[in-house]
């Protein structure tokens, strides 16, 4: 199985700073057709999980522009600019390059 | 608009059967697969299985044969049942719409589960 390891475990961010998750994946990432099905998702406290990024960079719709994904093969990241109180929660990454399709172990973002 | 709806027990006794229907609305079951994801409590995502839209199946090995995914088509209904329950399938079970893109877009807002001995 592709094994996503996520960096750091967890996150103290002052608001209105950056914030940047890795993501790294034990196999590439890349399908035969070109795609690379590596989204980033949010959950926030009490919430099920909301999808922020689809195929490494793309933002799912009314994600605001401060949410950035980039990366290629086996290494990925989240960056969040200008952080904000509603982007507080857990961040996953996850593969659907792969059967069994499979999550990061997640990434805690705190505001300071 | 799209949502999914998952109904269940809240409590299900050690090796006994669990049962989880996923309701949906806003799309077709014909169009778009669902995937069914569990969360214990305070631990990460575990992606479970598939219902592809043409009806055709797909399941995390981690759970061997204990899983089974289903649908009623004419009822928007995905279900997902899971035998020999263990304590440590105690979890919040989601089912979640798998985009054309390959990206679970919209996710229902979950069913606890509790295996209780």
């Known amino acids: 199985d592709v094994v996503l390891t996520q960096t750091p475990v967890s996150l103290s961010v002052t608001l209105g700073d950056q914030a940047s998750i890795s993501c790294r994946s034990s196999q590439s990432l890349e399908y035969s057709d070109g795609y690379t099905y590596l989204e980033w998702y949010l959950q926030k406290p009490g919430q099920s999980p909301q999808l922020l990024i689809y195929g490494v960079s793309n933002r799912f719709s009314g994600v605001p522009d401060r949410f950035i994904g980039s990366g290629s093969g086996t290494d990925f990241t989240l960056k969040i600019s200008r952080v904000e109180p509603e982007d507080l929660g857990v961040y996953y990454c996850f593969q659907a390059t792969h059967d069994p399709l499979t999550f990061g172990s997640g990434t805690k973002l705190e505001i300071k | 608009q799209v949502q999914l709806k998952e109904t269940g027990p809240d409590l299900v006794q050690l090796t006994q059967t669990l049962s989880i229907t996923c309701t949906v609305s806003g799309f077709s079951l014909t169009t778009y697969n669902v995937h069914w994801v569990r969360q214990p409590p305070g631990k990460g995502l575990e992606w479970m299985g598939a219902m592809w839209n043409g009806g055709g199946t797909d399941y995390n090995s981690a759970f061997k044969s204990r899983l089974s995914i289903s649908r009623d088509t004419s009822k928007s209904q995905v279900f997902l049942k899971m035998n020999s329950l263990q304590t440590e399938d105690t979890a919040k079970y989601f089912c979640?719409?798998?985009?054309?893109?390959?990206?679970?877009?919209?996710w229902g807002q979950g069913v606890m589960v509790t295996v209780s001995s």
């Open positions: 979640a719409r798998l985009s054309s893109s390959w990206e679970l877009d919209y």
